[in-house]
């Protein structure tokens, strides 16, 4: 069954929506799929997109904002029940779907266009042209092409470390391998590792127990994301980590 | 180099209470410190063929060639990967060619796939490769860290602020992988390598594992079977299947028992850098 929107005001239902395409928009203007014509809706207020079962609310920098449950929401992966509220009017969510939870569906499925047993309510071309659409918004969002985790750390940047104290200082590393490892053996050694989500600074040895520093903290045995312009200090040596 | 005694690894895979069989496919060489894991997806029967297709050329290849690797030569892009990290990409993409093609030739395996997490032993080091939602953890002491990212419509969904990782876990899109091996004629794999200390404690897993049993969950029950990792494997699995077995599960416990050098050291190799 596909999921719907009920739209009311001041209790009484006049309009029931259902969720049957990629994106469906609501406000003011009468070009959008939802049409809400009061004064306290912004002319493109917000949107849903829809993957599968699944739909996600999103506030278009509307004036009044959006509120789901009573909490002013930008984004909001929507929830069978919730109740979204713009302007003086509510739209129910409806979809018995998402949360029947049926055998079938923890399938693991591959989003592809000819995958086996994708979901007869979507054809698997609308999910692609959905992931494409979540991938355009994100891009401008965050200004890079989304969906493709950089295989080489943050997108093709190359972090480095600057040496600031002793004989070497003003040296610089270019962080160009996966794994780097850096310190004196017997003294003090620590790897900086490359991942999807950055650079991580790991402890290999410390001949007294003693451990690196981040910004003057000491890192124990775990795994440490690096941020721009950390100050590590390894072996008696400080040296700033600069992400591109 | 022999990894024999440097490495306890263990394996288990059971077909869960709610499938008919089991599409998950374990492979693990001591002797190489190779360990690799799949789950295949598919129509009848081919869920099983992909997996099995992954990790038999993957444990084949990589013990037939492991003896010859060596770094590029000079002046070839090597991204900064270690020539291990560059056989294993190599072969998992060969996997996904051999998928691939018999995927084309046989109807009955049309749109089969799979996807892949896993792990080669050396030097003091790992090389990981991953595709898919099978994935890869790490105790170290206290701690359980999730080693590899999820490629999931779930994971990008909550990277861009939609869901939280706590509601990620109710939702009905978390199956939803955005790479796997074998449907397209080529694969995006991730590597990563990380260093191996004396005791740690990897798991490789499949989401019939990760589905049903909370990460809290998982931390504790590795640890206080750290001295018996088979007990572990085997309480992992039955945890999954009493909270509902709803997928096959399987996991792969790799513990370091002693530190396993190169004849040259690789951290002397690199850090005369001071």
């Not at chain 1, 979204?84 to 509510?90: D, L, N, R, S």
């Not at chain 1, 850096?182 to 007294?208: C, L, M, N, S």
Request: aromatic share 6%; proline share 3%.
């Amino acid at each position: 069954m596909t999921a719907k929107l009920i739209l009311t005001h001041d209790g009484n239902t006049i309009g029931e929506f259902e969720l049957n395409k990629e994106q469906m928009t609501i406000g003011r203007k009468p070009d959008n799929d939802i049409q809400i014509d009061n004064l306290a809706v912004s002319g493109q207020h917000a949107k849903i997109i829809t993957i599968l079962n699944d739909s996600f609310l999103e506030d278009m920098n509307s004036t009044n904002g959006t509120y789901v449950n009573g909490s002013l929401v930008k984004k909001h992966a929507l929830q069978d029940g919730d109740s979204v509220t713009i302007g003086k009017h509510q739209l129910r969510y409806i979809n018995k779907e998402a949360s029947s939870g049926s055998d079938d569906f923890e399938k693991t499925m591959i989003i592809r266009p000819d995958a086996v047993g994708m979901p007869a309510t979507a054809g698997s071309q609308t999910v692609e042209r959905q992931m494409a659409e979540v991938n355009k918004k994100v891009e401008a969002q965050i200004g890079k092409p989304a969906g493709q985790p950089a295989p080489s750390g943050r997108g093709n940047e190359t972090a480095r470390l600057q040496v600031l104290s002793g004989a070497n200082s003003g040296k610089e590393l270019a962080l160009t391998k996966a794994l780097t490892t850096i310190g004196r053996p017997g003294q003090q050694v620590a790897a900086i590792t490359r991942r999807p989500q950055g650079y991580f600074i790991i402890h290999v040895e410390g001949g007294d127990g003693s451990f690196p520093t981040i910004n003057g903290k000491q890192i124990g045995t775990q795994a440490h994301s690096l941020n721009d312009h950390d100050i590590i200090e390894v072996a008696g040596v400080k040296m700033e980590f600069f992400l591109g | 180099m022999d990894l024999t005694g440097k490495l306890e690894i263990v394996g288990e895979t059971h077909t869960g209470l709610k499938r008919t069989h089991n599409e998950d496919c374990i492979g693990t060489d001591v002797t190489a410190g190779l360990v690799a894991l799949a789950d295949g997806m598919g129509g009848y029967k081919a869920g099983e063929v992909a997996s099995a297709l992954a990790i038999n050329t993957l444990v084949v290849d990589i013990a037939d060639r492991l003896a010859a690797v060596a770094p590029p030569p000079q002046g070839e892009e090597d991204e900064g990967y270690s020539p291990e990290s560059l056989l294993a990409r190599e072969i998992v993409e060969k996997s996904n060619d051999i998928i691939y093609q018999t995927s084309l030739a046989q109807p009955q395996y049309k749109g089969m796939g799979t996807t892949l997490v896993m792990a080669l032993f050396y030097d003091n080091r790992v090389s990981i490769a991953h595709v898919g939602d099978s994935r890869m953890y790490r105790l170290r002491q206290d701690a359980l860290e999730q080693i590899t990212v999820d490629h999931t419509l779930m994971q990008e969904l909550i990277e861009r602020g939609f869901y939280t990782p706590e509601e990620a876990r109710n939702s009905m899109n978390k199956n939803l992988v955005t790479r796997a091996l074998g449907i397209d004629p080529e694969v995006q794999v991730d590597i990563q390598e990380d260093v191996v200390l004396k005791n740690d404690i990897f798991l490789l897993c499949s989401d019939g594992l990760n589905d049903m049993v909370e990460d809290e969950q998982i931390r504790l029950t590795i640890k206080e079977n750290a001295d018996n990792l088979e007990e572990a494997a085997q309480k992992l699995i039955q945890q999954a299947n009493e909270n509902g077995g709803n997928d096959n599960v399987s996991v792969i416990l790799v513990k370091s028992l002693e530190s396993f050098p190169a004849k040259k050291s690789w951290f002397q190799k690199f850090v005369d850098w001071f």
